[in-house]
């Protein structure tokens, strides 16, 4: 069956890095678009960025553009989110995510706080 496992959340001060990492299995992942997601406490779960079966085309929230990196290894079948300058309001639980067969896959989600 699909699964995704994402890793990497954790604390980091304003204007810290962090690398997500989302591994995949249970579907041809290379053949596929992925995407990551955040949901804040409150807040409805929005999209963050999004990759191309092949890497090749990216596109980002305007809210993360310039500050955050989409990519993959197909090699690995692992999906990674590397985010730079982050700021408070990008405190939220990460998830990476896949439409297979016309259903959304989801994994459980990795938290990442920013606070001093």
């Known amino acids: 069956q699909v699964q995704l496992v994402e890793s990497g959340g954790g604390l980091v001060q304003p204007g810290g890095s962090l690398r997500l990492s989302c591994l995949a299995s249970?579907?041809?992942?290379?053949?596929?678009?992925m995407s990551w997601y955040r949901q804040a406490p409150g807040k409805e779960r929005e999209l963050v960025a999004t990759?191309?079966?092949?890497?090749?085309?990216?596109t980002y929230a305007e809210s993360m553009k310039g500050r955050s990196t989409i990519s993959r290894d197909n090699t690995k079948n692992t999906l990674y989110l590397q985010m730079n300058s982050l700021k408070p309001e990008d405190t939220a639980t990460y998830y990476c995510k896949v439409l297979y067969r016309w259903r959304d896959y989801w994994g459980q989600g990795t938290q990442v706080t920013v606070s001093s």
């Open positions: 990759i191309s079966s092949a890497g090749g085309s990216t």
């Open positions: 249970g579907f041809p992942f290379s053949a596929y678009t």
